[in-house]
């Protein structure tokens, strides 16, 4: 019986290190990747709410690949990222191989929840070249989760306003302000409803200048429950308000970026601190728009890229995330007239013609500085407390 016990551990053993080693030594070296990428398919599962991300995705990205290893980029919108990863783990319990997800934009819960599923693909991220050029703290966790080589960076985000700036002041500077202007101003403001990425943002954001950074970081999951009931308190009073007195909300980003163009509202929101200069560019805000971060700060993140275990072609995902990495694809992306993330490469490692174009693409009049971005930064909650908040709006806030 022990010989029994024991040979069933060491296959065990055997099994996990394969799975370590096929993402990091087995048949992965670069010119091997490059070779046996060239002409396939790579499909991208990500979030398809944004006119230009996808544009971006499906012209430059795509016809970049096309043109340096013949590969066919298939970009798979999706509208709740919870339903693939929900995908990949009923998959990976009926162990089904060869699956159709290559590549996955994930970050936050998400990530932490395809972690402990063990859907994810070994530590891939040593087998990319590009990654002696990232930031090295994008490297550690994601929302407090070690990385442990899981995913690769993909952006750096800023959760930001924007209003129209010939007003001549800001609407507001941190909760209270905004209650005041609100009940001033009542129907010109609202945020998309949770399960949205950003209304879940903008309520986090709340709860963090409320409750404040360091105390709802510090406490514990129960003491935090308890301590969420001022705020929604706080969103109770905020409701008869709002835009439609707060009897319905927008679903999505998208649909709050429509009203603020088409002035319903004075107030939108987003991630991508460049979106105030992308919209402009695209004329679908006025010129007069401008973003602002409130005075405690704003959430600051990054995005991921990730690889299942049972993607069919792991050698296109590897050459596709490597290439959305380089500098090319980055200064193409940081560019607001494409979408206008902020890039993940380390500016000291960069030659100085590719540092001082990146530089010009993050200064402009539309714009918080460079320097406010940098001290008006707050953390991210743990994927538990942003489960508690979406949880708690939805029963308390949601339902009414």
């Not at 909760?175 to 879940?200: Q, R, W």
């Not at 004329?283 to 007069?288: C, R």
Request: proline letters at 4%; glycine letters at 6%.
């Amino acid at each position: 019986m022990k010989k029994v016990v024991f040979l069933i551990l060491v296959l065990m053993a055997v099994a996990c290190g394969k799975k370590e080693e096929d993402a990091t030594k087995l048949d992965y070296s670069w010119g091997k990747v490059e070779k046996n990428s060239q002409g396939t398919e790579v499909s991208i599962y990500m979030w398809g709410g944004s006119a230009e991300i996808n544009k971006f995705m499906d012209t430059f990205v795509a016809n970049s690949l096309k043109e340096k290893n013949n590969i066919i980029l298939n970009r798979v919108p999706i509208t709740d990222i919870k339903d693939t990863v929900n995908k990949l783990i009923v998959e990976n319990q009926a162990g089904k191989k060869n699956g159709s997800v290559d590549i996955i934009w994930i970050n936050g819960e998400n990530f932490k929840l395809l972690k402990e599923s063990n859907v994810l693909w070994g530590n891939f991220v040593k087998n990319l070249p590009i990654i002696e050029k990232v930031k090295q703290e994008t490297l550690i966790s994601d929302f407090g989760e070690p990385i442990n080589g899981l995913e690769a960076p993909w952006g750096e985000t800023q959760f930001n306003f924007i209003y129209d700036s010939s007003t001549g002041t800001l609407p507001f500077i941190d909760h209270e302000t905004l209650k005041e202007y609100v009940k001033n101003n009542p129907g010109v403001f609202t945020y998309p409803a949770i399960p949205d990425f950003t209304g879940s943002a903008f309520v986090r954001n709340m709860v963090i200048d409320i409750i404040g950074e360091e105390k709802a970081q510090g406490m514990s999951n129960e003491k935090f429950k308890v301590a969420l009931e001022e705020v929604w308190n706080y969103f109770e009073e905020l409701e008869p308000y709002l835009w439609r007195k707060g009897e319905t909300y927008p679903e999505s980003e998208g649909k709050l970026d429509i009203l603020y163009s088409n002035q319903e509202i004075a107030v939108t929101m987003g991630y991508a601190v460049n979106k105030a200069s992308n919209k402009i560019t695209s004329k679908e805000f006025s010129e007069n728009s401008k973003s602002f971060l409130i005075e405690k700060g704003t959430l600051f993140n990054n995005h991921y890229l990730s690889i299942p275990e049972n993607s069919k072609n792991k050698a296109g995902a590897l050459y596709v995330v490597n290439y959305l990495l380089s500098e090319d694809a980055q200064l193409a992306k940081q560019d607001p007239k494409n979408w206008g993330d902020s890039t993940i490469l380390d500016m000291s490692k960069l030659s100085q013609e590719d540092k001082e174009n990146f530089e010009i693409l993050g200064q402009s009049d539309a714009l918080p500085t460079l320097e406010e971005r940098a001290t008006k930064r707050v953390r991210e909650l743990s994927p538990e407390k942003l489960e508690i908040i979406e949880k708690g709006w939805l029963e308390k806030i949601g339902k009414n």
